[in-house]
Structure formats: structure tokens, C-alpha cells
């Protein structure tokens, strides 16, 4: 619990304690008030601990849904970890012994003077060689936060659009914004976390296309990611994947909605006012 939430805490426990005092106190040692006046001030004193109660109700909901977000959190790390290192050990480990292999080959067949075998596998070296360059770079893309310092948001959200297709074998697309981007780190890899997240479960769960877009209007920064299944819910809430993006977005001072025309398409939507002020 942070340092304010204990300090509210405190505040509401201690005006209740105040509240119960200042009745007791009326109740046993002025015996000349009306009776209408001390029930108004038992009333006064419960009404303080109704409200201090429900505050900590309030308060333990609240660090409740923030733990499940964090565990979730957690978990979703490892499965990238766990899945990074799998594609590790699949693609470039195995390249690299191939590669060696092929190496080993070709110093035999200058040793022997066989131009035409030496030729050969190095044609096929070749290959692998930008069969392994193409891998590292979806790998790369991945890593978003590699990508987000070196070349952007922009180049962020392109390589995303094609790692979905890439992974997922459905149809992705970027649109760019047409006026120019003005980076911000913390801002712009929050949108892109928001991105990710909504492009994966459309292409998990949607249909066909899917869209990425992203506009910088007058006083407004608008994301978008559409599909044609129609398949979101109609208010914000449920799964554990959009509690994420809300919160993603609240920590930027953004707005996420999700719009839907059933059985023809659905969106997830982030709005940001530029200037907003991101959530400590």
C-alpha cells in the first residue's frame, strides 16, 4: 500500500475515532442536550465509521485488482522469456552450428582445389545466412523496447504490423500518421504496449484484416486497431488483457474505448491529449 493510501486510511480511521469520542462524550457528560441532538451526534459519529469502513473496503479492492494486474504482469514476462529463448535456440543456435558446418566444408574443398563444391556451399551459405538476418529481425521486433529507442514509435508500430502477420499468418497493416511524430519515450511505449496487446488478441480472436493506425490531431493523439470480427464486448471490462491497456493508458493520461459493429468489425481506441500529464 502506498504512503497515501495509508495516509487516507489514517485520516478516515482517526475522524471516525474523533467522531465516536465526541458522542460518547455527550452521551455520558451532557445530560442537558436535547435528546434529539445527541441521537444527531451518534448518528454523525456512525456515519464516520460507515465512511472509513467503506474506504478500506474501497482500498483493499483496489490493491487487490493491482496485484492480480501485477501477477499477470509477471507471467506474461516469463511466457516472453520463455518463448525468446526458444526462438534463440531454435533459429540462431542452430544457424550458427550450420554456418560453422558449412565453413568446415568449404576450407575442405579450397584445400582440395574443388572450386566448383566450395562454390556451391557458399551460394547455400549465403542463403542461410539472410534466412538468419530476416529471423533476427522479427526477433528484434519483439523486443519492443530495443526497437522504441533505436528507431521509434512509427518504426515500433510497422514492425509490429508485420510480426503479427508473421507469426500469426493473418493480414496486418500500419497507417501511418500523416503530419510529423514528436517522440517521448515513456508516452510513446505505453501507446505501443496498447498496440501490441490489441493486435495480438485480434489476430487471436478477430477476423481479418487487422488495422493499425495512429493519428496526431489538433490537441489529440489517436490509436486504433480494427479488425472485421465484431467479436469485442460492448463496455470495457472483463478480461484481464483490457485491464491491462486501461491501465497502460490511465499511467499516460489516455482514454481507451472499444467500439464494435457485430459480425462486421471491432476496435480497440486510445486518446491522449497532448500535453496530459501522466498518473504517478
Not at 66 to 78: H, I
Not at 211 to 233: M, N
Request: glycine share 8%; proline share 4%.
Amino acid at each position: 500500500m502506498s504512503s497515501s493510501t495509508e495516509r487516507l486510511l489514517t485520516a478516515g480511521v482517526a475522524a471516525a475515532a474523533a467522531a465516536a469520542v465526541v458522542a460518547l462524550v455527550v452521551l455520558t457528560a451532557s445530560t442537558w442536550l436535547h435528546g434529539a441532538l445527541m441521537l444527531a451526534a451518534v448518528a454523525v459519529a456512525w456515519f464516520a465509521i460507515d465512511r472509513a469502513l467503506r474506504t478500506t473496503h474501497a482500498l483493499a479492492e483496489r490493491n487487490r485488482e493491482q496485484s492480480e494486474l501485477f501477477d499477470t504482469m509477471l507471467r506474461t514476462l516469463d511466457d516472453e522469456r520463455a518463448a525468446l529463448a526458444l526462438r534463440l535456440h531454435d533459429g540462431p543456435q542452430q544457424t550458427m552450428t550450420a554456418v560453422r558446418l558449412m565453413c568446415d566444408v568449404i576450407a575442405d574443398a579450397i584445400r582440395t582445389g574443388d572450386v566448383d563444391r566450395a562454390t556451391e556451399v557458399l551460394a547455400r551459405l549465403e542463403d542461410v545466412a539472410s534466412d538468419a538476418a530476416d529471423d533476427l529481425r522479427r526477433t528484434v521486433a519483439r523486443l519492443h523496447p530495443v526497437v522504441m529507442e533505436q528507431l521509434g514509435l512509427i518504426q515500433a508500430l510497422g514492425s509490429l504490423a508485420e510480426t503479427v502477420h508473421e507469426e500469426y499468418g493473418v493480414d496486418a497493416s500500419f497507417i501511418r500518421p500523416a503530419s510529423g511524430w514528436q517522440g517521448d519515450v515513456e508516452r510513446d511505449t505505453a501507446i505501443f504496449q496498447i498496440a501490441r496487446e490489441a493486435a495480438i488478441n485480434a489476430a487471436r480472436h478477430g477476423r481479418p484484416p487487422v488495422s493499425i493506425s495512429l493519428e496526431h490531431g489538433e490537441g489529440v493523439i489517436s490509436l486504433a486497431v480494427q479488425d472485421t470480427g465484431g467479436t469485442l464486448p460492448a463496455k470495457p471490462v472483463g478480461g484481464i488483457g483490457i485491464r491491462m491497456m486501461q491501465e497502460r493508458a490511465t499511467q499516460i493520461g489516455a482514454a481507451i474505448t472499444l467500439d464494435r459493429s457485430p459480425g462486421e468489425w471491432s476496435a480497440v481506441r486510445l486518446e491522449l491529449p497532448v500535453g496530459a500529464a501522466p498518473t504517478p
